[in-house]
């Protein structure tokens, strides 16, 4: 294997946080980016919303000005979802931003300019499966499918391939450069038996992408089905859920990974969604994924205007507040040594180039943190919101951080009292600066 038959996953690594945007005219019905497989709506039902596409609000820079405060240093934008809808200009389609009418431009240029101002990397996000292309091969995910006389019409899976390469290409070729090729909507789980895997000549795809754009990650998502995957994967990318023990090949080491996290659920638009994570749950999250030595991929949906809804703009500033003053725990971070096991309630960052541990106090301890098995290896601790001294001593193997600061008598109670007050930082972190 070369150079070329791979991406460049350092800068990707020290990243450690990306923002996801699902944006299409799903924001419009706002009930998720699925309603039209959910409601097995016909194209010609599905029409109305690129007819009526109005994104009066739309406003690229504040996207990314808030992406970068809170601390993301990259995108992947869906260019086009399962519904088919473009953000571009493609010659290859009539169903693209630039010709609905009421909103007649190039978004996706607006917002990779936008983005890369900021000094975002740039991701595009592409579904396999187009639910509007009517050579797109007919599967149980398909709006259509209980449409009897739709489900038997023939495709031509050579015109499909040819539309697919056609459009990426363009992707690939206008858009300067792109940092990350995202796949998703390869459903071959639930294609009908003998029928191939391989829909999209996965190989041949590969080599086109990483000729245009020498370096660029590839997800694991264009060959989801075959085994062995017909080309390098850079990326392994699972959805909703952060594995325990990160993802590890059958040697047992640490492949490159991202999560990709929801702020409510769905991905696209969701005006009545309930379940909000808080500022305190993302960044939770945001140490877990790093302390698992992978990257979190944290997904925004815009509203049909093409505003952030305030929910996610509230959660976005509580992430670029933690993130301000924490962010050297995140950037370059990954799983501590096996001979750092966690202390009590927190988790680990390492950052191995500057030789520093970083305690995350989920739980803000009493007036000592034991440190087990760090006897020996410590030689200065502070506190990282303001780089203030912690005390420490040692107790055989362990090394107990000593969170009570100066004692001072209390005038009434005449009793020692901790004075060093849980850090109004949300989750306080501890540098630890090895030997
Ligand atoms: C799930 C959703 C899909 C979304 C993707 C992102 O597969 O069904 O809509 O784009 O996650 O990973």
Request: glycine share 6%; aromatic share 10%; charged share 25%.
């Amino acid at each position: 294997m070369n150079d070329h038959d791979r991406g460049d996953t350092a800068w990707f690594v020290d990243s450690r946080f990306g923002m996801f945007i699902h944006w299409g005219l799903y924001a419009m019905p706002a009930r998720h980016e699925w309603v039209q497989h959910i409601e097995k709506k016909s194209a010609a039902q599905y029409q109305k919303y690129f007819d009526l596409f109005e994104p009066d609000h739309f406003a690229p820079r504040d996207w990314a000005r808030m992406a970068r405060a809170a601390g993301m240093r990259y995108v992947v934008i869906t260019t086009k979802h399962h519904e088919g809808f473009c953000l571009w200009d493609s010659q290859y389609s009539d169903f693209t931003a630039a010709k609905a009418p009421a909103c007649r431009r190039d978004l996706l240029r607006e917002i990779v300019d936008a983005f890369r101002a900021e000094g975002l990397r740039i991701g595009f996000y592409y579904s396999l499966a187009d639910w509007h292309h009517p050579e797109c091969p007919m599967d149980k995910i398909q709006p259509a499918y209980n449409d009897l006389q739709e489900r038997s019409r023939p495709r031509d899976i050579v015109q499909y391939q040819a539309f697919l390469r056609n459009q990426l290409r363009e992707l690939l070729t206008n858009y300067g450069r792109i940092d990350i090729m995202w796949f998703d909507g390869n459903f071959s789980y639930v294609r009908e038996p003998g029928e191939s895997h391989d829909l999209w000549d996965a190989a041949n795809l590969a080599i086109m992408i990483r000729q245009l754009q020498p370096g660029i990650l590839i997800n694991e998502r264009l060959a989801r089905g075959l085994d062995p995957a017909p080309y390098t994967i850079d990326i392994k990318t699972p959805e909703q859920q952060i594995p325990a023990t990160g993802i590890r090949d059958s040697d047992g080491n640490l492949v490159v990974w991202e999560g990709c996290q929801t702020l409510s659920g769905s991905w696209g638009y969701h005006r009545d969604e309930e379940n909000w994570k808080s500022s305190r749950e993302l960044v939770t999250m945001l140490i877990n994924h790093v302390s698992r030595g992978g990257n979190m991929l944290l997904n925004v949906g815009p509203t049909a205007r093409g505003e952030f809804d305030d929910r996610a703009q509230l959660r976005l500033a509580g992430l670029a507040h933690w993130m301000r003053r924490h962010d050297c725990a995140i950037y370059g971070c990954t799983v501590a040594p096996a001979w750092a096991k966690e202390p009590e309630n927190c988790r680990y960052t390492y950052n191995p180039a500057r030789q520093r541990l970083y305690v995350h106090c989920l739980v803000w301890p009493f007036s000592t943190l034991l440190l087990p098995g760090l006897a020996g290896k410590l030689k200065h601790a502070q506190l990282l919101s303001d780089r203030s001294e912690i005390t420490f001593h040692e107790s055989g193997d362990d090394v107990i951080l000593a969170l009570h600061g100066t004692t001072i008598l209390s005038e009434r109670m005449r009793v020692p009292r901790p004075v060093m007050r849980k850090p109004k930082v949300g989750i306080p972190v501890i540098e630890l600066i090895l030997k």
